[in-house]
């Protein structure tokens, strides 16, 4: 044993794992070894690391001069703030620091050790749990010291649990008197010696144990019968079924206050079991209780509001719920708390938010579709309606035929009647003709009331609406990106409701009766003539209300790119810069938008070209039944022509004046110059291919100018359309070809040479076929070749 004593090594690793006591004793026994071997390195490595092990820093900094060591018999220490005051300790002072520690609490833990329990505490804290527990935790922090001495410290922890339970069971005991007396800052008083033991397991076991949780029922409302209509379900019947549950947690929110505090983060906790335990189950049962996705709908924003506003907006304020909130002011961290429970809120609430978004778009579909069929159906109604009032009428006729008055609201059948020249003695086949004609006049003239104006502003104001209600949402941000996407989705339904269930079938049956009309048979009236204005109306009718319904969808189109800028973009649904960057193709909303912009500019197009052919068709007829041949071939002993424009020309001009204007104001002016120039160059060529069939003499080449100057004065002075302009002024000068006397048929040749007179539309032979239909084209023909060509028939050879 001797020879081990010699060994430097094992005499320090055996004094570091004694205890204090033996550690001093073996110091005073051992003097000879203690001082050859250990030394004062020794006892610094020993207490040092005592005085680390319960949690005091060393201080390596030199002490000044006038720091004199601790005197522990003038030093104020005490159990409770002998860590506050002796934090620290340096070289010098490193045994004065563990002595005074030593003398403070190895009293205790040598009663921990023996089991001394009864009379523990020192009188002056025998009565003070607070300080009791500061007293115990104090304890066994420096007990820490002790663990280089397994068994010792070991006894001690033991007993000190035993001790704690004891004491942890009277703080119950008291609590529970407490509690059941509502003294409940004596409660948090225990509450906080608890978590100071880090017992928070038990403090929130108590707690709980004292909660219980209300159930509240749909039918349990007075003011809320579940099975109640949607209309029934109100704001005011909403906050009488919640205030229970309202009331319940404000109550408890209060209490948590005062029993915990800002020491342990109870409020949110509690918050959440809530929603678990009571607010969610009530939730459900009054959105899915009907089992109707309908009612789920329209119920949930209202719900919703009111959620928000009465377990958020109007919840009392809790300290503890905001205790880890960094913030300066009460007010920003008031703003900070109902922040966090609206987020909680939110998180529950979101599977239902997901729900009603997905169901409400499915729901808004199918009540637009459903508006757009009952007016579908009102439409078949009146024309129903119509088609025995037509009827009715018919069968009247024939007992009181005298008695049609000349102010009858529907004054088409008088006009129909002038076409088909039918009389009062008209057969029952002819009347029946009348009738038919009579109800193709009644659909042309509604044709404007395919489209309804009122309903698509109607259904674009509730897309509106759907918006503001589904943006109460963007709230909870992990919803900010879906809930923009179906504010997307339910305007593409709008846009694609109205192309697909309105626009377009309006258009359908608009194009399918303009193709069925005829225009042939409708009559020829000018406009500038006194009493005819009624009558031009009416025969042009058809065409008009088509231009209405262009106005119309032209105005629905223009609601729609408000919409789009006004509610999309401006309240930040899209984000304008990365939509443009968008193909088409990638955003639904972009294609829908081009569908029903090329939905009607197609049927636009197809209804102005059939009107077009219409006209064409008209003119054609009125060229075949109105000119006749002596208009520009008179009898050469005819001395009385009067030199004005044919009634011919006349009726035609009537005609284009009344189509030209017909789309003014009704779209945008680049359509209308399209529509105009298209009927100008349709006409030109109906003109032409007319002038190639008469035979026009010198005389009756006045009348042709006096012809082509109104067409061109109509082109240039009223319809203003400068390009084509040109081609009526290339026919002016084509007309003055028929003028020239067939002796100056040399001229003439020299005259068809001159492309440059014609303003470049007409080229040489067709300029040399109209000339072939001068009525004396046999006896200039040799001329004008010679001049042309350079020779005639007789200059050739056979070789």
């Known amino acids: 044993m001797e020879d081990l004593l010699k060994v430097s090594n094992i005499v320090n690793n055996v004094v570091l794992n004694l205890n204090t006591r033996d550690y001093l004793n073996f110091k005073c026994i051992n003097q000879t070894t203690y001082k050859t071997r250990l030394g004062e390195e020794s006892d610094y490595k020993y207490?040092?690391?005592?005085?680390?092990?319960?949690?005091?820093?060393?201080?390596?900094?030199?002490?000044?001069?006038?720091?004199?060591?601790?005197?522990?018999?003038?030093?104020?220490?005490?159990?409770?703030?002998?860590?506050?005051?002796?934090?620290?300790?340096?070289?010098?002072?490193?045994?004065?620091?563990?002595?005074?520690?030593?003398?403070?609490?190895?009293?205790?833990?040598?009663?921990?050790?023996?089991?001394?329990?009864?009379?523990?505490?020192?009188?002056?804290?025998?009565?003070?749990?607070?300080?009791?527990?500061?007293?115990?935790?104090?304890?066994?922090?420096?007990?820490?010291?002790?663990?280089?001495?397994?068994?010792?410290?070991?006894?001690?922890?033991?007993?000190?649990?035993?001790?704690?339970?004891?004491?942890?069971?009277?703080?119950?005991?008291?609590?529970?008197?407490?509690?059941?007396?509502?003294?409940?800052?004596?409660?948090?008083?225990?509450?906080?010696?608890?978590?100071?033991?880090?017992?928070?397991?038990?403090?929130?076991?108590?707690?709980?144990?004292?909660?219980?949780?209300?159930?509240?029922?749909?039918?349990?409302?007075?003011?809320?019968?579940?099975?109640?209509?949607?209309?029934?379900?109100?704001?005011?019947?909403?906050?009488?079924?919640?205030?229970?549950?309202?009331?319940?947690?404000?109550?408890?929110?209060?209490?948590?206050?005062?029993?915990?505090?800002?020491?342990?983060?109870?409020?949110?906790?509690?918050?959440?079991?809530?929603?678990?335990?009571?607010?969610?189950?009530?939730?459900?049962?009054?959105?899915?209780?009907?089992?109707?996705?309908?009612?789920?709908?329209?119920?949930?924003?209202?719900?919703?509001?009111?959620?928000?506003?009465?377990?958020?907006?109007?919840?009392?304020?809790?300290?503890?719920?905001?205790?880890?909130?960094?913030?300066?002011?009460?007010?920003?961290?008031?703003?900070?708390?109902?922040?966090?429970?609206?987020?909680?809120?939110?998180?529950?609430?979101?599977?239902?938010?997901?729900?009603?978004?997905?169901?409400?778009?499915?729901?808004?579909?199918?009540?637009?579709?459903?508006?757009?069929?009952?007016?579908?159906m009102e439409q078949r109604n009146k024309t129903e309606t119509e088609r025995m009032n037509i009827s009715a009428e018919n069968s009247a006729r024939d007992l009181q035929k005298d008695e049609l008055k000349d102010g009858d609201k529907n004054t088409f059948l008088d006009s129909f009647t002038k076409v088909f020249g039918i009389t009062n003695k008209a057969s029952k086949s002819e009347q029946m003709n009348d009738n038919l004609s009579n109800l193709i006049n009644n659909s042309l003239r509604n044709i404007k009331n395919l489209i309804n104006l009122e309903l698509c502003l109607s259904i674009i104001r509730q897309t509106q609406d759907r918006i503001d209600v589904f943006l109460q949402f963007k709230t909870a941000e992990k919803l900010n990106t879906i809930v923009n996407e179906k504010c997307e989705d339910i305007f593409t339904i709008t846009i694609k409701c109205l192309n697909e269930y309105h626009v377009k079938p309006a258009y359908e049956k608009a194009i399918s009766l303009l193709q069925s009309y005829d225009i042939n048979e409708l009559p020829i009236v000018d406009d500038a003539a006194e009493g005819n204005e009624n009558n031009n109306r009416q025969s042009l009718e058809p065409l008009i209300n088509f231009s209405e319904l262009i106005n119309t969808s032209d105005i629905i189109l223009q609601m729609i790119s408000i919409f789009y800028r006004n509610e999309l973009v401006t309240k930040k649904i899209i984000n304008p810069e990365t939509e443009s960057k968008k193909n088409v193709w990638q955003s639904g909303l972009l294609q829908e938008k081009k569908n029903f912009e090329s939905t009607v500019d197609n049927f636009v197009a197809d209804g102005l070209n059939i009107g077009i052919n219409k006209l064409v068709d008209q003119i054609n007829h009125v060229f075949t039944t109105v000119q006749v041949p002596s208009d520009y071939f008179p009898a050469p002993d005819n001395r009385a022509i009067e030199i004005k424009p044919t009634q011919c020309c006349r009726e035609i001009v009537t005609i284009l004046n009344n189509h030209c204007f017909l789309l003014n104001g009704a779209t945008d002016k680049g359509t209308i110059d399209v529509y105009q120039q298209e009927i100008g160059k349709r006409f030109f060529n109906v003109l032409v291919e007319h002038i190639k069939k008469q035979i026009i003499s010198t005389q009756g080449a006045i009348i042709l100018i006096c012809d082509m100057n109104q067409y061109f004065d109509f082109f240039n002075e009223k319809l203003r359309q400068k390009s084509i302009i040109p081609y009526f002024q290339a026919l002016k000068n084509v007309s003055n070809l028929y003028l020239i006397d067939g002796k100056d048929s040399k001229d003439l040749g020299k005259l068809i040479g001159d492309l440059n007179k014609f303003q470049g539309i007409f080229s040489q032979e067709e300029i040399y076929e109209l000339v072939q239909r001068r009525q004396d084209w046999t006896l200039v023909k040799r001329d004008v070749e010679k001049v042309m060509y350079g020779l005639g028939l007789k200059d050739c050879t056979i070789m």
């Open 47 to 376: 207490f040092s690391r005592k005085l680390r092990q319960i949690g005091l820093k060393e201080d390596t900094q030199e002490a000044v001069e006038d720091n004199q060591l601790i005197d522990d018999t003038s030093h104020d220490v005490s159990l409770l703030n002998i860590y506050q005051e002796l934090p620290t300790f340096t070289r010098k002072n490193y045994l004065t620091i563990f002595k005074t520690y030593y003398r403070v609490f190895d009293p205790y833990c040598q009663k921990l050790s023996n089991n001394k329990l009864t009379d523990f505490f020192p009188s002056p804290y025998d009565r003070d749990p607070l300080q009791q527990s500061k007293i115990l935790q104090n304890i066994i922090r420096y007990n820490k010291s002790n663990s280089n001495a397994y068994e010792y410290y070991n006894k001690v922890v033991v007993n000190f649990e035993i001790l704690k339970e004891i004491f942890i069971n009277s703080c119950l005991n008291e609590m529970e008197i407490n509690f059941s007396s509502n003294n409940y800052e004596i409660v948090g008083n225990f509450m906080h010696i608890l978590l100071t033991f880090n017992e928070q397991n038990v403090a929130i076991d108590f707690f709980n144990s004292k909660i219980e949780f209300p159930t509240v029922s749909v039918g349990s409302s007075k003011d809320t019968d579940g099975d109640q209509e949607t209309s029934d379900l109100n704001e005011e019947g909403l906050q009488q079924m919640f205030k229970p549950l309202k009331d319940f947690l404000n109550e408890w929110i209060g209490i948590i206050d005062h029993l915990f505090h800002e020491d342990y983060p109870m409020a949110i906790n509690f918050y959440e079991t809530f929603l678990q335990q009571s607010l969610l189950p009530l939730i459900n049962e009054l959105l899915k209780g009907p089992n109707d996705p309908e009612i789920f709908v329209e119920r949930f924003p209202l719900v919703y509001k009111v959620l928000i506003q009465e377990f958020c907006d109007e919840l009392v304020f809790s300290n503890n719920g905001s205790m880890a909130i960094e913030s300066s002011t009460a007010t920003e961290k008031e703003v900070a708390f109902r922040k966090k429970i609206f987020d909680l809120l939110n998180v529950y609430l979101e599977p239902n938010v997901l729900e009603y978004l997905d169901q409400s778009n499915i729901q808004f579909e199918k009540n637009v579709l459903r508006q757009f069929s009952n007016f579908q």
